[in-house]
């Protein structure tokens, strides 16, 4: 009889491979619940003296920044402003030339009278002492009115504004609405007399808004002023297609005299002052626009008396698309009860023409 068959002795590398992975993922559990993890949630909390001086540090960047932009702006308007000396100083030097042309053609044509050469002979020193001053006037700073205004107290500032350019187009709303400032006033007051619609205040109040630009015009930029309602028109007679020089003190103070003889009345046109504007030639590189309200009407004849708020704002739109690009515009709103919208309107034009606008305290300026 066979014996009985012998047990095997116990082998560890008997043991099932899934054994095995059992044990040492458990030991890797843990290991895991042993650690301690406060540390790292620790790390993760913000240090307060780090945020504070990262703020810090944020803050001074921007305000380098915004100093930086001041800095380059201030550096432009200066280059600008030698530039404008400069293109004036050259043009008057070719006028120098061609006297000095004219007073050789004189001097070598014996029919020529005495009076003749002296004449020009005078003219070409005077413009020689203006080219004198205006080249020492581009080292100088800038700045200074190149006429006076008389005001209450210290009003010679106009905040976001840059009364500055070669060429500078003053647009004056003279409609019925720059009476008054309600609709019952201005209905009331367009019945009376010229004389009365010029002493209303508000209207008193555009012109010496004319008048304090007119003083801060650069001496060496020229300059136009239309006043627009339902047409629009040179304030000065005879003006038209031209501009006029700052730097001629006698026709300046002549246009700001027009200015106060001009009577509010009729719908306002925006449209067309705009037009204007695209027509002139060279174009303005800044636009001054005083009015006090949207336009009532375009180039076509209305259809009715009244006007909505929409249909208002249409006729803003229409306008902005006769204006030329690239040319800023600085809105000066009159207050006028009724349009609340023009305020967001014309804040926008300043926004996109990379103009300004404000609307001036009561007693400015």
């Known amino acids: 009889m066979a014996g009985k068959k012998k047990r095997g002795s116990f082998n560890p590398l008997s043991l099932a491979f899934l054994d095995v992975m059992s044990c040492g993922f458990g030991a890797v559990v843990l290991l895991f619940l042993i650690l301690d993890h406060t540390a790292t949630e620790a790390r993760n909390e913000a240090d307060p003296n780090l945020t504070a001086e990262v703020n810090l540090l944020e803050d001074e960047i921007v305000e380098g920044q915004e100093n930086l932009f001041q800095i380059r702006n201030t550096l432009d308007r200066v280059s600008l402003e030698v530039v404008e000396a400069q293109g004036l100083a050259d043009r008057i030097q070719s006028e120098i030339d061609d006297f000095l042309a004219q007073l050789a ?37 800038r700045g200074q009115s190149n006429r006076q205004f008389l005001g209450d107290g210290d009003r010679q500032y106009l905040s976001g504004m840059l009364l500055g350019g070669n060429r500078i187009l003053i647009l004056l709303d003279t409609s019925a609405s720059m009476l008054d400032e309600t609709l019952v006033n201005v209905i009331r007051t367009r019945n009376m007399s010229d004389t009365v619609k010029k002493q209303t205040a508000k209207w008193r109040r555009a012109t010496r808004i004319v008048e304090w630009i007119s003083a801060q015009l650069p001496v060496i930029s020229q300059y136009q002023v239309l006043a627009f309602n339902e047409t629009v028109q040179p304030v000065l007679p005879g003006s038209e297609n031209m501009w ?122």
Request: proline share 7%.
């Open 244 to 365: 006029l020089e700052v730097a001629d003190q006698d026709q300046l103070n002549e246009v700001v005299r027009q200015v106060q003889e001009l009577v509010p009345e009729g719908g306002n046109n925006l449209q067309a002052a705009f037009q204007a504007v695209a027509s002139m030639n060279p174009l303005p590189d800044n636009i001054y626009l005083i009015t006090d309200s949207l336009p009532t009407r375009n180039n076509r004849e209305p259809r009715g008396s009244t006007i909505s708020a929409r249909d208002r704002l249409n006729l803003y739109a229409e306008a902005i698309e006769s204006l030329p690009r690239n040319i800023p515009v600085n809105t000066i709103l009159l207050p006028m009860e009724g349009d609340p919208a023009s305020a967001a309107a014309f804040w926008q034009l300043a926004h996109l023409t990379s103009g300004s606008f404000i609307t001036p305290a009561r007693d400015w300026p």
């Open 105 to 141: 053609a004189l001097e070598g044509d014996s029919m020529a009278t005495e009076e003749s050469v002296e004449a020009l002979r005078a003219d070409i020193q005077a413009l020689e002492e203006e080219l004198l001053r205006l080249q020492s006037t581009a080292e100088a700073e």
